[in-house]
């Protein structure tokens, strides 16, 4: 049992907080009211709180000093609440307020029972989703203890229906300096790594909820790493993930590459034909080849070249994942290049909509090398390579062989 004083002052905290959190949306002694939107979505609130609580939130607080004064003070001072960015929104940021108030923290068991026999459970990507949603606004109201629980909720429900989610969340904004490659000196004679790092595509941004965003993918990239499937063959046809392509799409009027689908399919009548789904990359394979596709060279590097993944799955296998990686990603860098280059360039339009860290992949020319110093026997190298000069896709293969 604990000493005397030490239970009284507990129980004392525990009554102060029930009594505190008691009060949250309770008008009768608040002194402010608060107006909160959504930036995206448009979602919609209203509710009467009390400033010294939210205060405890540096972001809040600082809106409460901007606020206008009540022109007396019978009046509530009047809060204008923004939710910035595609992650805050309105859920997330009410419950943070009654954690404000002494509530608790999001649960790592948040929407695995269902209540009552009520609505059905959430999907993995939707509890993803508000996971992440916790983490970035908490990340926004400057409390770590919020933020902190939403990445470790995250954390825990990687997978790989839920891991373009999370990266398509860590990879908003840039990527963070910590990421920048030094191999030493052998990248100074053929890689990027060293010479050439002014205006590399990853450090033309900064991570909007880091440091959140940095330890979310040093997850992602163990998970990746320690889950990779053995038997895994590159889907040359996956699509690049659309919240963080790698690459611009191609231009309009330009044939892009051909469907997978089997034209005949339109054509039966159900059992007719034999299905043949063993002959089709499952949606794992496919989940896994767009990520590959669509990382940024660093973190590709971080995933490829780790020594686990090689001793797991053995350097011959790690090599072939290299080489085919390389080689469709060289391959769709340089149709793309090819096909912008034959629009003409005084066409702004060929730009709308274009990440402008994708732009600058166009002229990173990738390939794998031999290595002595990692397990696999290969590593990922890359060449700054000018607009007027890009490499042939011959050479570019051939190198990656």
């Known amino acids: 049992m604990p000493p005397p004083d030490l239970a009284s002052g507990l129980e004392n905290a525990e009554t102060l907080r029930d009594h505190v959190l008691s009060q949250f949306s309770n008008p009768a002694l608040a002194d402010c009211h608060l107006q909160i939107l959504e930036e995206h979505g448009g979602g919609r609130s209203y509710i009467d709180a009390h400033k010294i609580i939210l205060s405890r939130s540096p972001k809040l607080f600082e809106l409460i000093q901007n606020s206008e004064p009540p022109a007396s003070a019978s009046l509530k001072t009047q809060v204008h ?86 990266l398509a969340f860590a990879l908003n904004g840039g990527l963070s300096h910590v990421w ?134 053995g350097p011959d296998t790690v090599g072939s994942i290299m080489r085919q990686v390389i080689a469709e990603r060289e391959s769709r860098r340089i149709m793309i290049l090819k096909a912008r280059s034959a629009l003409d360039s005084s066409s702004s339009s060929s730009l709308d909509g274009v990440y402008p860290h994708s732009l600058y992949n166009l002229y990173w020319e990738e390939v794998v090398e031999p290595s002595h110093h990692h397990r696999a026997g290969f590593r990922l190298a890359r060449r700054r390579r000018g607009i007027e000069t890009p490499p042939s896709s011959g050479a570019a293969s051939e190198r990656s062989k």
């Open 81 to 166: 609440i923004q939710l910035k960015g595609d992650h805050v929104r309105l859920f997330s940021f009410m419950q943070s307020l009654k954690h404000l108030y002494g509530g608790p923290l999001l649960s790592f068991d948040q929407g695995r029972h269902q209540v009552n026999g009520g609505e059905p459970l959430p999907t993995n990507e939707e509890r993803m989703e508000n996971a992440l949603q916790h983490c970035a606004t908490g990340a926004w109201l400057q409390v770590h203890a919020i933020a902190a629980r939403g990445l470790e909720v995250a954390g825990t429900l990687l997978h790989w229906d839920t891991i373009s989610t999370a």
């Open 180 to 313: 920048v490659n030094d191999d030493g000196s052998e990248d100074r004679i053929s890689c990027s790594s060293s010479d050439d790092s002014h205006g590399r595509p990853e450090t033309t941004g900064t991570p909007t909820y880091d440091p959140y965003a940095t330890q979310l993918l040093h997850r992602i990239i163990h998970f990746t790493v320690h889950v990779f499937p053995p038997n895994f063959y590159l889907d040359v046809a996956a699509p690049q993930l659309a919240a963080c392509p790698r690459l611009p799409s191609l231009p309009m009027g330009h044939e892009s590459r051909p469907s997978r689908s089997d034209p005949r399919l339109s054509k039966i009548r159900f059992g007719e034909m034999a299905t043949d789904d063993h002959q089709r990359p499952s949606l794992v394979t496919t989940t896994i080849s767009s990520m590959l596709l669509s990382l940024p060279f660093t973190l590709l590097k971080c995933v490829l070249e780790h020594f686990d993944l090689a001793a797991r799955l």
